[in-house]
């Protein structure tokens, strides 16, 4: 079952990124909006992952700057998460096709 928000330490473990850099994103990308309760602690909906998913393959795999993940995110988000979920599926398609190789020998 999906849980409707998770906590920044969640978040970071999903991503294996330091918490800093989350709070770092939330202050450069618009697009990035966890929530907060009244003590200030940062809750990430489903919408948020969605955004550090794209952020993380524009930096990571485009090997674009912050600056230019920005104006990509700004400019094409539909294309930029239809082309991070094609690559995360063959990723996920290559690990499987890995399994199955190692299984046979």
């Known amino acids: 079952m999906e849980k409707l928000f998770y906590s920044i330490s969640e978040v970071a473990d999903m991503f294996q990124v ?6 770092f994103w939330e202050k450069e990308f618009s697009q ?28 990571n795999e485009q090997k674009l700057t912050l600056d230019g ?9 539909d294309a930029t998460a239809k ?6 599926r063959l990723k996920n398609i290559k690990q499987d096709l890995l399994g199955i190789a190692d299984a046979l020998l």
């Open 18 to 23: 330091n918490q800093s850099n989350l709070r």
């Open 32 to 59: 990035l909006k966890p929530k907060r309760n009244a003590k200030g602690t940062r809750f990430y909906s489903n919408d948020d992952i969605q955004v550090i998913k794209q952020i993380i393959y524009l930096v």
């Open 69 to 77: 993940a920005k104006r990509k995110l700004s400019q094409k988000k």
């Open 83 to 88: 082309q991070q979920e094609v690559v995360e």
